[in-house]
Nanobody, 126 residues
Framework: AVEVAESGGDSVQAGGSLRLSCVAQ???????MGWFRQAPGKEREGVAS?????????RYAESVKGRFTITRDNAKNTLHLEMNRLTPEDTAMYYC???????????????????WGQGTQVTVSS
C-alpha cells in the first residue's frame, strides 16, 4: 500500500505562483504519480502526471501546459507541482495520487490511480 500526503496549498492572487508537494510512503518504487484537482460543482480533472522510471515522461492537461511543471525526487519519495501564472480557474482542491507498478506512459485518468491523498486547497483570487 502507498500513503500520500499533500501540502503547499494556499490563497494567492491571479498571476501568482505556488508549489505543491506530495510525500509518499510505502511501495512507491516504480509508481506513476499524478496531480488531480476538483473544483466545487465540477468533475475531477487530471492536471499532470509523471512516469515511474524517472525518465521524465510527463503529461499535462491542456489548461495547464506551459504554466505547471511536475517533478519527482525518488530519493525523497516526493512529488512536486510548480504552478505559475495562476488564474481563478485554477482554484480547486488538489490531490496527489499514486499508481504502483512500471508506468512508461503517465496517465491523467484518475480511475487508474488506487492511492490518494486528502488534498490541499488552492484558491486564486482575481
Amino acid at each position: 500500500a502507498v500513503e500520500v500526503a499533500e501540502s503547499g496549498g494556499d490563497s494567492v492572487q491571479a498571476g501568482g505562483s505556488l508549489r505543491l508537494s506530495c510525500v509518499a510512503q510505502g511501495s512507491t518504487y516504480r509508481s506513476c504519480m499524478g496531480w488531480f484537482r476538483q473544483a466545487p460543482g465540477k468533475e475531477r480533472e487530471g492536471v499532470a502526471s509523471i512516469d515511474s522510471e524517472d525518465v521524465g515522461r510527463t503529461r499535462y492537461a491542456e489548461s495547464v501546459k506551459g504554466r505547471f511543471t511536475i517533478t519527482r525526487d525518488n530519493a525523497k519519495n516526493t512529488l512536486h507541482l510548480e504552478m505559475n501564472r495562476l488564474t481563478p480557474e485554477d482554484t480547486a482542491m488538489y490531490y496527489c495520487a499514486a499508481k504502483p507498478g512500471i508506468c512508461w506512459l503517465p496517465s491523467l485518468s484518475g480511475s487508474e490511480y488506487p492511492f490518494w491523498g486528502q488534498g490541499t486547497q488552492v484558491t486564486v483570487s482575481s
